[in-house]
C-alpha cells in the first residue's frame, strides 16, 4: 500500500448571493522513529476561515455546505480514517460558526446549518442532533472530538484522583459547572488550581456515608463516577472496602441518579477485564469474553453488568474500559507502569521489570478525560447502554518496549528483566469502536507522555516523586 497520503478537503458554502470554497489541508502526523507507522491525520491549518465565507452570504437560511474532497492517492487506510475526521472538521467549524455568532453582539440569533457531503458518490450525513448552532461556552481543540452540547452540569465522583483532577479542569475550562464528590484520599492538592474557580463546587465525602451520593447527585444533569479503590494492589490489600467502595456503592451511585433524573452516567471501567488473552495475535474487542483475575476487575464487570442491564429511558449509561493510563496529572501517580519506569529509569538509572514479555494497551491521562467528554458530548442514543474501549489499537505495547522507548529519552540504564511464564493480565486491545462511533482520536502517545514526565521532573517541577500520596499501593 502506497505511504503518500495528502490532499484537501474543500467545502462548498452557498447563500443566495455568493458561493465560496475554502479548503482544508490534511496532514499526516510524522510516525515517529520506531513507531508504528499507521497514521493518524490531523488537520493543517484551514486556507481561509469559515466566518469569512459565512458573512459573505446574505442570509443564514440557505447556508449549506457541501464537501468534495481530493487527495492522490486513494487508499482503504484513508477512507477508515475519514469519517472521524469529517466529524473533527464538523467541530471546528461549528467553533468558527460560533465565533461569528459572538460578533452579532447580543442579538439573538440561531443559525441553521444544513450538512452535505459527498465523496465519490458515497453521502456521509454531517449534520448534527438539531442541526442547529445553540449557545456553548467555548470549547478549546484540547477537550473537543465532537460536537459539543450546551454547557451541564456535571458530578464527579473520584474528581481529586489522577484521572478526575484532568477531567474537572478539562470540563470547567469547556464551561461545565462540576461538582467533585471525593474523600481525598490522596489529599486535595489536586484540586488547588480549581478550587478559585467560578463553576466549581466540592463535596468532601466518602461514597459509602449515608446521604452523600444523593446530596451530591441532587441538580446534576451528568454523572462520572471514577471514585474507587484503583488498582489491584490496593484491592488485595482492602478486600472489604473495595467491594464496598467499587461495587455496592456504585449500585448506590446508579440509583441515586435514576431517581433523581441524572441523564448521563459514565463510568470508569478497565482493559484489565480482559485478563489473559488466549490469543494475543487478535486484538479484543469490546464484545470479548472477560476473564477477571483480581478482585479489582471483578469489581468493574458487577459494575458493567448492572449499568449495561439498565431498561431503557432517559438516563443513558455508558461504560468506557481504559487502557492503563500515563502522564501527567494534577495527582500524580507513580505506581502505573510508565510513570513509575519513567521515574525509575530517570532519577535512579535502575529497573527491574517483570514478564517484559506481556501486553496492554496504555492511554495519555488527558486523552482518557477527552473520552468521557466525548461520550458527554455525543447523542443519547450512540452511548447509552455502550461499553467502548478507550485508547488507540497502535498503543498496544510490551513492558519491554516501553523500556526501549523510555531509555531512547533518558539514555542507558541497568534494567533486569525477571522473566515469568505466567501473567494473569496479558491483553492486546482493540479501539476502533470509538473510533468509529465517536469520531474519537487520541492526541498524545506513549513517547509524548514519556517525554513530558521526563521534562517535568528535569525541570524540577516534580521533585516530590517519592510522596507515598503518588501511588495507590500504599502499604498497609
Ligand atoms: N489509572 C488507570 O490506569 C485506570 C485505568 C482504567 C480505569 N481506571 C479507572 O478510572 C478511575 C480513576 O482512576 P485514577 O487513576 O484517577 O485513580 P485515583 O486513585 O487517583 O482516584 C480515585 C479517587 O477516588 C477517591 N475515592 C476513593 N474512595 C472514595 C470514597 N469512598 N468516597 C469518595 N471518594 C473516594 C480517591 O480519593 C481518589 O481521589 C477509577 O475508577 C479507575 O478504576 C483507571
Redesign the pocket.
Known sequence: MSERIAGDISFVVKGETSEKVFTIDFARRVAREGMSPRPLYVLTAPASSVSQVVAGAATWDDIFLSLRMTFDERTDDFVAHFKPLLRYMDAELFRELERYERRLDGEEETIDVMFGGEMSGTSFPLRPEGGRVQERKGLSAESSTTTSSAAMKILV??G?????SVLSLLLLRAGHEVRV??????GGKSLLAMAAQEGFDFVH????AGGTLRNAVRNAESVVH?????GDPACANHPELAKA?NQQ?SFDLLAAAQATGVRRLVF???CSNYGRMADTSVLATEDHELRPVSLYAET?VAVEREMLGLPDGPLAATVLR?A??YGLSP?M?FD?TVNEFVMELLTRRKLLVYGEQFWRPYVHVWDAARAIMAVLDAPHDIVAGQVFNVGESEENYRKLDLVQIIQERVGAADVQFVRRDEDPRDYRVSFDRIRSKLGYAITRRVPDGVGEIVDAIESGILADFGDPMHS?VAPG
Open positions: 465522583t473520584g481529586a484522583g489522577y484521572l478526575g464528590l471525593d474523600n481525598l484520599m490522596y465525602g466518602d461514597l459509602l471514577l471514585a474507587a479503590i484503583v467502595v456503592a470508569a471501567s478497565t468493574k481504559f492503563t493510563l495527582r501517580r502505573l495507590n
